[in-house]
């Protein structure tokens, strides 16, 4: 047991004393544990091979997996590579200090400790500013893994690091958390061409923008084939693995859920976007946005580590989208379910209509429904939840008053309304109380109808407002001019020009979400036109 220091840096600047400890601990031959841009790293000289080999005894790691070697000035290159290509150069220059590690032919000052006896060396700046001032109070390049015990995830905060390397290095810098949350992108420029080898934020069309045409190696997404040597030895580990045990279901969420509903005993944890939460039917762990890949780096180990203080089992995890930023999180995330997947089985689609009042999507619906679909008509399921003999009622009378509903046991709808909508406070009351039932009818009715191969189409004029977006395959948007819709609504309803454009002016945040719609339709001709572009639209003969 090695007695560890832990130092809070907040102003690198200004906390000199406590980084000049830290720079004398590895100067002398220790373990030091710092924060990076991507994850915490185990830090030490790097031409120290003697040190360097006690970065593996504390991590538990095989000997045979060389590591990063940390800078923070360019004529450090010249130290570590033997050749500096041009390619090299540009690179640094380009990404440099941040989350990309170029690999180069080595100089003899390299020990075999550090490149596990490889003729190359992983060299990286990292942008960190208490990693940039230890590597300069140094005076040393560091070799720095992530400072995980071998096999579990990568730390990306220092308490996760505390846990791990207490009594097993000399000191410990809390530098806050990690922005990125993944390792950095590894390129090689020993090959003839240059290969990705692990993905990161640095995204293969970052580095094809410098360098031209990219190899990505073929272990990034998949187990590496037997008999096969790898040519990054971190690969051949199975890494960033948590206690419980991940199924990855392909596809879409519609995918997750439907193979959720399939296997309902079989898990206890899902791990899942935000979005996806209104939907999942297990308790979950979120993993970032669908929409923004940088936050499901920034999550994703924290997200494996929760799990396993939950105590998981067996989790259900969705499937992130392997392109640009996305492709590291599934490099990460598939090593972390040991590549298990289940799915994506045979299901009709699920479609979404949206679009203002008035826009024709009723006409949309028949078009859709003559054609085979099965209509989700999310207007119907919401007064369907207020039905007599709703639980709901009683919840709506104690926030709403006793006399909204009726004697005969129904709802006064016109009541209900006028006091609801008297107030914000009030509409988001309502929402709280019935959107719910609504999401799980509404959900039900299009898993229904998947599962039996049929495309649900789900007609929902709060579509992205609901966050319903998130479960379907594909969404067109009905609109039609203002004029136009201002008089459908007129004569529909019976209403007079102030109370319509009150009720289209309701919608406008809507309106602005679903601008994200794959398709977006203005009905501004007939009905057999419209017909057939939206069936055009979702691509129904
Ligand atoms: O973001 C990061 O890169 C973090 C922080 C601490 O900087 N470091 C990190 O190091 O992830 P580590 O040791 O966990 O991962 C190093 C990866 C491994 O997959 C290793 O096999 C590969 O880089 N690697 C190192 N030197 C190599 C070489 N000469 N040739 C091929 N792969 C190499
Ligand atoms: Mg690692």
Known sequence: MTNTLFYTITDPARQTEELETAAALLRSGEVVAMP??????????????????????????????????????????????????????????????????????????????????????????????VARALIEAAGVPLAAPSANLSGFPSPTNAEDVADDMTGRVACILDGGPCGFGIESTVVTLATPVPRLLRPGVVTVEDLEAVLGH??????????????????????????????AALTIVKGALADFLLYARRHPEAYDYALCFEEDLP???????????????????????????????????????????????????????????GFRFAGPEQRGRVLGLC?????????????????????????????????????????????????????????????LAARAFASPEGGRTLSAITHPAILRRTLDEALDAIAAGVDAVIDAPLLYSAGLDAVCDRVVKLTAPEETRLARIMARDGLDRAAAEARMAAQAEEMRLSDAADVILENDGDAETLQKCVRNAFDIP
């Not at 272990?219 to 693995?241: Q, R």
């Not at 007599?388 to 509903?405: E, M, T």
């Open 279 to 337: 939907f999942v039917p297990l308790p979950a762990v979120t993993m970032g946005k669908r929409a923004d890949p940088l936050t499901q780096t920034a999550r994703l180990f924290d997200a494996l580590r929760e799990l396993d203080r939950a105590g998981a089992q067996n989790v259900l995890v969705t499937q992130p989208e392997p392109t640009g930023v996305g492709l590291g999180v599934c490099n990460r995330l598939y090593r972390a379910a």
């Open 214 to 243: 990219v190899d990505v190696d073929e272990a990034v997404l998949a187990p590496l084939s037997a008999g096969k040597t790898a040519a990054s030895p971190g690969m051949k580990y199975k890494h960033y693995a948590p206690k």
């Open 36 to 129: 990076t841009e991507t994850v915490y790293g185990l830090a030490a000289n790097a031409f120290d091979p003697a040190a360097v080999k006690k970065i593996f005894v504390a991590k538990g790691r095989p000997q045979d997996n060389p590591l990063i070697v940390h800078i923070s000035r360019e004529e450090q290159l010249y130290e570590l590579a033997s050749e500096v290509p041009e390619a090299a150069l540009r690179l640094f220059r380009r990404f440099s200090p941040g989350p990309l590690t170029v690999i180069l032919k080595k100089t003899d000052a390299v020990p075999d400790e550090v490149s596990a006896g490889l003729p190359t060396v992983a060299i990286r700046w990292p942008s960190h500013p």
């Open 355 to 415: 679009g203002p009042t008035g826009a024709g999507k009723s006409v949309a619906d028949a078009a859709l429904a003559a054609a085979g679909c099965r209509i989700v008509d999310t207007d119907k399921l919401a007064r369907e939840v207020v039905e007599k003999g709703s639980p709901l009622l009683p919840r709506l009378q104690a926030a709403f008053g006793d006399d909204i509903v009726l004697p005969d046991g129904t709802l006064d709808r016109k009541k």
